[in-house]
């Protein structure tokens, strides 16, 4: 079956941890983006990659880091240095940048 | 700054009757523009789109109309169901216009509709 898989869906961390959520695609997409939902505030983009080993920051990207090392794959570190980094993180793609965006099931992340 | 806004947090609505959900934009560069549907711990899916070069476009039961002078655009359901009750979201990205909004798509905060039988 074509479609997105992020991993976990459900995350515990102690304040202060890194953590990496994933994200796998097969749609053969060249796009991939990663956004954040917050009660209230919809969807907000953090990282975008429009094609391997190349990615831009969105428009929260502080206390985030990702790698495009396959195109396949577009994981995302949520960092210690990120204040408020407990969300729902869902991660999407599209045929090309700026086209129609497919979605995950997103990976709620709680840290403690 | 909060490019796209969506002003109604919630909408209630009979089942049979119609739903009208409203978005307004600022940003003059964006030419094209979509409505998403979510379901709670699920990821959104599209629902339908509009390109600027359009006033109204039609799928269904689902209407999505474009004011781009009043940079407003919004999504008519009718009739409504109450599987339709979801959190709607609008989106709008810049593709033609290019400038810092190409590649990136806008959201909109959410409309939960809630349709009752």
């Known amino acids: 079956d074509g479609g997105i898989t992020q991993s976990p869906k459900y995350l515990f961390r102690k304040e202060g941890q890194n953590v990496t959520l994933s994200c796998e695609q097969n749609l053969n997409h060249d796009a991939m983006y990663w956004y954040r939902q917050d009660p209230g505030q919809g969807l907000r983009l953090i990282y975008y990659s429009q094609i391997v080993n190349d990615f831009q920051k969105g428009d929260i990207a502080e206390g985030y880091s990702v790698s495009r090392e396959k195109k396949e794959s577009f994981p995302l570190t949520v960092t210690s240095a990120q204040k408020n980094p407990t969300a729902f993180y869902l991660c999407?793609?599209?045929?090309?940048?700026?086209?129609?965006?497919?979605f995950g099931e997103g990976s709620r992340l709680t840290v403690l | 700054d909060q490019q796209v806004k969506q002003n109604s947090p919630s909408l209630s609505v009979q089942e049979g009757r119609i739903s009208i959900l409203n978005c307004d934009y600022t940003?003059?560069?964006?030419?094209?523009f979509l409505w998403y549907k979510k379901y709670p711990a699920e990821g959104p899916t599209f629902l339908i789109s509009i390109s600027s070069i359009k006033d109204k476009n039609e799928d269904g039961r689902f209407t999505v109309f474009l004011n781009k002078s009043a940079k407003h655009l919004s999504l008519h359901i009718v009739p409504s169901q109450p599987g339709d009750s979801a959190v709607y979201f609008c989106?709008?990205?810049?593709?033609?216009?290019?400038?810092?909004?190409?590649?990136?798509?806008?959201f909109g905060q959410g409309t939960i509709l809630t349709v009752h039988p």
């Open positions: 989106a709008a990205s810049a593709i033609n216009a290019g400038g810092t909004s190409y590649g990136k798509l806008t």
């Open positions: 999407a793609t599209s045929r090309v940048l700026a086209g129609e965006l497919f």
């Open positions: 940003n003059s560069m964006f030419d094209y």
